[in-house]
C-alpha cells in the first residue's frame, strides 16, 4: 500500500510570491490535515478536509488556504510569501475517524 | 497559549536504560493521545496511542502512561536503544479530530 506522497519535497520561493503544495493520501483515507513544522514550534494544525469539505481549521491567517479533490487528494496554497513562512508543510492521511494519521515526508519550503 | 506541553527539548539517555518522555496538556475535553517519532528528513511515524478510558498502554519496549486528573501523560521505552534516538510528538485530540501536537523531545540514545 503506497504511502502518503508530498510534492515537492523541497521549494525555494521570493516573498511575495505564492506556492501551492500537493499531498496524496493513503488509498481509502478520506481525512487528509496539513501541518506547519518549525524549529521549537512543533507541528502547527493549519486545517483538515474530508470528503472535500473544511472540517477543522487552525489559528493561520487567509493566506493560507487548501482544498481537497474529489480523489481525496489535497492542495494547500500560501499566497504573498513571507520570509517566516519558511517550514516544513506535512500532509496526513487518516480514515476519519479516531486513529493514528499517517504524515509524509513534507515538503521543506524557503521563503528567500 | 500551547495546549500540549512537552517541557523536556531534550534528554539523553544510556543504552539499555529507561526513557521517559513527559506530555502536559491543559484542555481537559482531550480523549485521545498519541506519540509520534520523527526522524531527520522522514515525516512523523505512528509510535503509540491511548484513549481517555484507559490509564496505560503498552506495546513491546513501548509503554504510555495516561493520568487524566494530573493532565500528564508519558512514554517509556525499555530498554532504549540507539535507534530509538529520534524526536518524539506528544498529540492529543478530541473524538479524534483536530490534534494538537506538542513541540517535541529530542531524544538521544547513548551507545
Known amino acids: 500500500k503506497a504511502g502518503v506522497t508530498q510534492t515537492p519535497r523541497y521549494l525555494i520561493k521570493t516573498r511575495g510570491q505564492q506556492v501551492t503544495l500537493s499531498c496524496s493520501p493513503i488509498s481509502g483515507h478520506r481525512s487528509v490535515s496539513w501541518y506547519q513544522q518549525t524549529p521549537g514550534q512543533g507541528l502547527q494544525f493549519l486545517f483538515e478536509?474530508?470528503?472535500?469539505?473544511?472540517?477543522n481549521k487552525g489559528n493561520f491567517p487567509g493566506r493560507f488556504s487548501g482544498r481537497q479533490f474529489s480523489n481525496s487528494r489535497s492542495e494547500m496554497n500560501v499566497s504573498t510569501l513571507e520570509l517566516g513562512d519558511s517550514a516544513l508543510y506535512l500532509c496526513?492521511?487518516?480514515?476519519?475517524?479516531?486513529?493514528?494519521?499517517?504524515f509524509g515526508q513534507g515538503t521543506r519550503l524557503t521563503v528567500v | 497559549d500551547q495546549q500540549v506541553k512537552q517541557n523536556s527539548p531534550s534528554l539523553s539517555v544510556q543504552e539499555g536504560r529507561i526513557s521517559i518522555l513527559n506530555c502536559d496538556y491543559t484542555?481537559?475535553?482531550?480523549?485521545?493521545f498519541l506519540w509520534y517519532k520523527k526522524y531527520p528528513a522522514e515525516g512523523p511515524t505512528f509510535l503509540i496511542s491511548i484513549s481517555s478510558i484507559k490509564d496505560k498502554n503498552e506495546d513491546g519496549r513501548f509503554t504510555v502512561f495516561l493520568n487524566k486528573s494530573a493532565k500528564h501523560l508519558s512514554l517509556h521505552i525499555v530498554p532504549s536503544q540507539p535507534g530509538d534516538s529520534a524526536v518524539y510528538f506528544c498529540a492529543a485530540s478530541s473524538y479524534g479530530q483536530n490534534f494538537v501536537f506538542g513541540p517535541g523531545t529530542r531524544l538521544s540514545v547513548l551507545p
Open positions: 484542555n481537559s475535553m482531550f480523549d485521545y
Open positions: 496526513a492521511s487518516s480514515l476519519g475517524s479516531a486513529g493514528e494519521a499517517f
Open positions: 478536509y474530508f470528503s472535500e469539505t473544511q472540517r
